[in-house]
């Protein structure tokens, strides 16, 4: 920040006053653009070792080079990077599909099918999910318009700026990329909804994590699902400290 | 576009003159407010309304502040708002909209919130979302913010009402436009209003039921003893599976002739219109149910190519897919209705077995390798024309008459022949003889328009609702205007003919000649049609014989004498979309184009000149079953197939034979099929998305449209232009303009048409012991090919059955529920047995439904005698 406000001062205090001569030059006539014709014997003398001055205060000025792909430094907080499809703590998709971000993006960048939930491919809570989902970052102007229009707060952005790629192919992202990763706890979907609950109660953040029923309904369909163990001690945890969810 | 006659206005109509919003409009007498508001281009927010149907009042959404002249004629206001879309204009009326009222807008403002009280709005779920005119007009009319703070009403959902037809009850605002469009335009009112008032909050029941739509249901109204059934393809918002309603069980007793593929009582062939004209998203297509949205599609007008009735559709696609299909608005044809089958079906288009590019025959391998065009076409030419014996050309009832017309002109100069028939269904001498003679080169005479004012129908060979479904929703509208009278020459009363109020002349199949010879006679002889043979001779009967009449000898003779005793009109119905146009270019043996016959010299002059070569062929060509069986015995060198399906023909087997025996086969077709088992050249063409062009409808109304989706594949036209030039000729026909600029120089045919045909009717067939006449048509949705890839559509088809009178049935002893068997010396077929009221000794299946091909399995076809007996196995469920 340091950095920043230095060279902000310095570029800004400069242009100042050469414009302003230029001002009073300009009234004088036309053909004095940089203003040497009112300068003093001794200004005359220092001219041409004159711009070393500048020099000379940088080399003590702080240092602004940023040694980026060796040191990577954080972004703002809310800087557009990436975007990420989100997940309920339940691990079930928060994307339905509803394609409002495509109809959002000025640059044309989302593609969009939604498809249609069944009891046994239950990707989001309700009816319909996102089947497919992709954004093509060779368009994208990281404008968030997306994320204000998703009504479930599925679409959001990241902080990862390195998005670069060899092909155009590859920088068209598809679902699998853009989901969020299963944080520890969460059971990777598909699966039911938690008992007894409907959409609206997941739009309300009213689900907090997997229950032993969902863990069950996961372990006897795909018993090698990687995120069984940490999902079913997670639903442990949340029943043995009592209440529903 | 030739101007229908419908524009004219029979009478001048009394004008009432009213005040909307301080603008003067003169209207017709007994217009609605609403629509004399449209007039002034103003509009009035609504939602139950819609101008083909009754009105209802029934969303309350367009209130309006009115004044009217009391009985001294002083200007007085109404006490309350009231409905624009149910109350006529009258003279000095003086309306405030909500433009210029404060009292109507917040009314219309109020309105938007009740209705929205129990609205899910959950607008980025619903199929709706983005063209919804709650959604627009809650934007346009409604407050930003509602009032309401309690539990939403919610019921379970989806309902699935039919295998296609899904429910969403909560989005529901109750307009009926649905119930009613059923019950007033398709008289099948599957779906009605049931319970009453608001209902409780949440998915709590207190034994209440609120207002709803739905078909009855036990399960889903919570009776005692309902069993709840559901489908796992699709969820609610629980996450619970989707309700399927009105199962046998659930809906009362319906007997097997009522019940649909999917096992529930039979729906409606029209009620994918109701998704179309529900303004919330209550209702949608399990075929389209979250596969886009509306800013994702681009919309084309095309035209329906399922029938010959011509109906403009709307084909919505995105990235070269076709999505849905809606109808479109055309006020002389199909008005805003289309059938099922023209909405749903159209995957068979991008089936995975359509072709993409040309196949020839490996020599060494006798496999079908794919190859370049400039291979196949060479090829495709070195086939036909190095043929001994010649080439036989069946180019199958589905092209355009653009297509149609390359197709004649090919066969004439490229093939030098005469032989070429788009008859690809059972067809006679007769037949051809009465399209050449009646129906080829004529121009509009009996439009949708004429139906519907004609004060007595008469159908022939022609069950409507199954075969043409817009004419079939024609008549039904002029029935109940009580315009129209309608008969059939029919073996029994059918679903289609009851709500037409039809009245049914039995026959057996093969007695309409004897029908028809009757009504000519119009004597005291036949006094049971002594009503109908008077009303033919009125003004403006109508005749509308089918394509089936064909198959009966003598049908098409008495007919044209029955036209000239009465003066009725007549009209032409064939059940395919390319059947009118392929008469009109002359893909029939004796038929040149524009009605010429290829007997006369003159004709041929006339054609040889437009086309720029020496002379025509003159010997008479053979018509399709001829061509297959020369084709077969090796009297032709090869065959030159367009789309046909060999279940369509009257004789699958002699087709295959044919196919199998003739020296080299090309084929041109969109998909794979039986056909090209045998083909040694296959050119792909284009579906009729994939190309631009014209069908001439049963009215002989040119229906042009444009290519929907741009691609690579090429027209038979433009096909057979390639195939022509390399075999040395230039047919012209490479653009549909270029074939339009030759059509075009035809000049019209006053030469002599074709002769009458005179054919004897055939005796009526000695019945003995456990046999019957067969008497069979097609289903508007069956096994045909058309209907691939849509299994949801295929859900809402009709359950085959038989169907014979009681006394039928009992004379072979069978017994109630049980199964029938019909057979022939060429094999079996067994349905169960439904008993209807229909004469003595006739049997009616579907012709080619699912599970009974009538051609393949029995090897005949209508008024046939087949063996009758009932199944040995017992009752099946």
């Not at chain 2, 007009?137 to 039919?162: C, E, M, W, Y």
């Not at chain 2, 605002?173 to 009605?192: K, N, S, V, W, Y």
């Not at chain 2, 197709?407 to 028939?421: E, M, P």
Request: include cysteine.
């Amino acid at each position: 920040m340091a950095d920043k406000r230095g060279r902000k001062a310095g570029s800004s205090s400069s242009p100042a006053p050469a414009k302003k001569s230029s001002q009073e030059v300009g009234a004088k006539g036309d053909f004095d653009v940089d203003g040497d014709l009112d300068k003093n014997a001794i200004e005359e003398f220092f001219a041409p070792v004159a711009g070393f001055g500048v020099t000379m205060a940088s080399l003590f000025s702080p240092v602004v080079t940023e040694q980026y792909p060796f040191e990577k430094k954080p972004t703002a907080p809310r800087y557009h990077g990436r975007h990420q499809l989100n997940r309920y703590a339940d691990g079930l998709e928060k994307c339905i599909g509803c394609e409002l971000c495509a109809w959002a993006c000025p640059a044309d960048a989302i593609y969009v099918e939604a498809g249609n939930n069944t009891p046994e491919a239950q990707y989001s809570p309700g009816e319909r999910y996102g089947k497919v989902y992709q954004i093509n970052y060779l368009r994208c102007i990281f404008c968030g318009l997306c994320i204000e229009a998703c009504p479930t707060r599925a679409l959001t952005m990241t902080n990862e700026y390195e998005l670069a790629g060899q092909t155009r192919a590859e920088m068209i992202f598809e679902k699998d990329e853009l989901l969020a990763p299963l944080r520890s706890g969460m059971l990777a979907a598909p699966h039911p909804m938690v008992e007894g609950t409907n959409d609206d109660d997941y739009y309300r953040n009213e689900v907090d994590g997997p229950t032993p029923t969902q863990v069950d309904w996961v372990r006897e369909r795909r018993p090698e699902d990687p995120t069984l163990d940490a999902a079913e001690a997670a639903a442990r945890t949340r029943a043995e400290q009592g209440g529903e969810r | 576009m030739t101007a229908p006659s419908e524009q004219k206005s029979p009478a001048p109509v009394e004008e009432v003159t009213l005040t909307i919003d301080g603008v003067e409009v003169s209207v017709p007498k007994g217009t609605l407010v609403i629509r004399a508001a449209e007039r002034v281009g103003i509009e009035i927010p609504r939602f139950c309304d819609h101008p083909l149907l009754k009105p209802a009042g029934a969303c309350r959404q367009c209130l309006v502040e009115v004044s009217a002249p009391d009985r001294e004629g002083n200007v007085r206001p109404m006490p309350k708002p009231q409905t624009s879309c149910t109350l006529e204009a009258t003279p000095g009326m003086q309306v405030s909209t909500q433009n210029t009222s404060p009292v109507a807008e917040k009314a219309q403002r109020g309105q938007i919130e009740f209705l929205l009280v129990n609205h899910p709005l959950d607008c980025p779920v619903c199929d709706k979302g983005g063209e919804c005119p709650l959604q627009n007009q809650a934007l346009d009319h409604g407050s930003n913010t509602s009032r309401f703070t309690g539990v939403k009403r919610t019921f379970p959902k989806p309902i699935k009402i039919s295998s296609q037809i899904m429910l969403d009850r909560d989005r529901c605002i109750l307009c009926q436009r649905c119930t009613r469009f059923q019950d007033e335009i398709a008289g099948d009112p599957f779906i009605d209003l049931q319970g009453r008032g608001g209902g409780t909050p949440g998915y709590e029941v207190h034994g209440l039921h609120a207002q709803q739509i739905g078909r009855f249901d036990e399960a889903i109204l919570d009776y005692v003893g309902g069993e709840t059934v559901t489908d796992d393809d699709s969820v609610g918002p629980m996450g619970e599976p989707a309700l399927v309603s009105a199962t046998a069980g659930n809906a009362g007793t319906v007997g097997p002739a009522a019940v649909d593929a999917s096992g529930r009582p039979f729906a409606s062939y029209f009620s994918g219109n109701t998704i179309q004209i529900c303004p919330v998203g209550a209702l949608t297509s399990a075929s389209y149910r979250f596969r886009s949205r509306p800013f994702d599609l681009v919309s084309s007008p095309a035209i329906a190519e399922h029938d010959a009735c011509g109906a403009a559709i709307r084909v919505d696609h995105r990235r070269g897919v076709v999505l849905r299909r809606l109808a479109g608005d055309d006020p002389a044809v199909n008005e805003e209705w289309i059938t099922d089958k023209d909405r749903f079906a159209f995957p068979w288009q991008s089936a995975p077995d359509v072709l993409t590019s040309p196949l020839v025959r490996d020599e060494e391998t006798g496999e079908l390798v794919p190859t370049s065009w400039s291979e196949a076409v060479h090829l495709a030419a070195q086939l036909l024309t190095g043929a001994t014996g010649g080439v036989g050309a069946l180019p199958g009832g589905r092209l355009t008459v653009e297509d149609a017309y390359a197709w004649s002109k090919f066969a004439r100069v490229v093939l030098g022949t005469n032989d070429i028939d788009f008859r690809a269904r059972a067809h006679s001498a007769e037949e051809s003889d009465f399209l050449a003679h009646r129906v080829a080169g004529a121009s509009m005479d009996v439009t949708y328009g004429d139906l519907e004012r004609s004060p007595q129908v008469l159908l022939v060979g022609l069950e409507p609702e199954e075969e043409a479904g817009t004419i079939f929703l024609r008549l039904r509208k002029g029935v109940l205007a009580g315009r129209v009278k309608v008969a059939t020459i029919a073996p029994m009363a059918t679903r289609g003919s009851t709500k037409m109020r039809a009245e049914v002349l039995p026959v057996v199949p093969g007695g309409e000649t004897e029908v028809l010879t009757a009504l000519a006679a119009g004597d005291s002889e036949h006094t049971q049609y002594a009503a109908l043979a008077e009303a033919l001779r009125g003004e403006g009967a109508v005749i509308l014989a089918g394509e089936r009449l064909g198959m009966v000898p003598g049908g098409y003779t008495a007919l044209l004498k029955l036209v000239e005793a009465t003066g009725a009109r007549l009209a032409w119905v064939p059940r395919r979309a390319g059947d009118r146009g392929a008469v009109e270019v002359g893909l029939l043996p004796g038929l040149l184009p524009g009605g010429r016959p290829t007997a006369e010299a003159q004709a041929r002059v006339d054609v040889a000149a437009v086309w720029g070569v020496d002379e025509l062929p003159a010997t008479p060509g053979r018509d399709h079953t001829e061509i297959l069986a020369a084709a077969a015995d090796g009297t032709l060198g090869a065959l030159l197939v367009g789309g046909i399906d060999l279940e369509d023909l009257p004789d699958p087997a002699l087709a295959e034979r044919a196919l199998a025996g003739v020296g080299s086969v090309v084929q041109l077709e969109v998909r794979r099929s039986a056909v090209t088992e045998h083909a040694d050249v296959v050119l792909p063409v284009v579906p009729p998305t994939g190309k631009s062009g014209t069908f001439l409808n049963w009215e002989s109304r040119p229906r042009p449209f444009e290519t929907v989706l741009e691609g690579p594949g090429m027209s038979d036209a433009k096909v057979l232009d390639m195939v022509a030039e390399a075999a040395g000729t230039d047919l012209g026909t490479r653009t549909v303009t270029d074939t339009y600029a030759e059509l075009a120089e035809f000049p019209g045919w006053d030469g002599p048409r074709h002769e009458a045909p005179a054919v004897e009717a055939a005796p009526t067939p000695e019945l003995g012991a456990g046999r019957a006449v067969l008497a069979t048509w097609r289903l508007m949705l069956d096994a045909g090919r058309g209907q691939d890839g849509e299994p949801h559509l295929a859900g809402t088809a009709h359950r085959p059955v038989a169907m014979l009178s009681a006394a039928t049935a009992t004379g072979i002893g069978l017994q109630a529920g049980g199964n029938v068997v019909l057979s022939t010396d060429t094999g079996r077929l067994e349905l169960p047995a439904v008993l209807a009221a229909m004469p003595d000794g006739v049997v009616w299946v579907p012709q080619h439904s699912v599970g009974s091909s009538v051609y393949r399995s029995l090897g005949v076809g209508a008024g046939a005698v087949v063996a009758l007996a009932p199944a040995d196995s017992e009752v099946q469920s």
